[in-house]
Nanobody, 120 residues
């Protein structure tokens, strides 16, 4: 069964850091583009970052450029999102996704999400 499971969310103060992980099972992530999305309360889900299947191309939404970094560990079949200098506006449920087209932010497979709350 194809599955994506996120972890690493939590409560952090403004300026702090978190690293989200997304472990895949039932398929091999390194053949696919992968992405992270988030949904804040009362807002639509938005693409945060996307990494192409080759690893040669990454996309970031403007609001996180220079603060967030997407990466993958093929040996662990896991994708990461390192989030630094967190702001209250980064609060939301973060979802990982696979089989993504990074040009259009369309993905076929989704995890269940992990909550990130940035607050003092």
């Amino acid at each position: 069964q194809l599955q994506l499971v996120e972890s690493g969310g939590g409560l952090v103060q403004p300026g702090g850091s978190l690293r989200l992980s997304c472990a895949a099972s039932g398929f091999t992530l390194d053949y696919y583009g992968v992405g992270w999305f988030r949904q804040a309360p009362g807002k639509e889900r938005e693409g945060v970052s996307c990494l192409s299947s080759s690893g040669g191309s990454t996309n970031y939404v403007d609001s996180v450029k220079g603060r967030f970094t997407i990466s993958r560990d093929n040996a662990k079949n896991t994708v990461y999102l390192q989030m630094n200098s967190l702001k209250p506006d980064d609060t939301g449920v973060y979802y990982c996704a696979a089989d993504c087209g990074c040009s259009d932010w369309y993905c076929d497979y989704w995890g269940q999400g992990t909550q990130v709350t940035v607050s003092s």
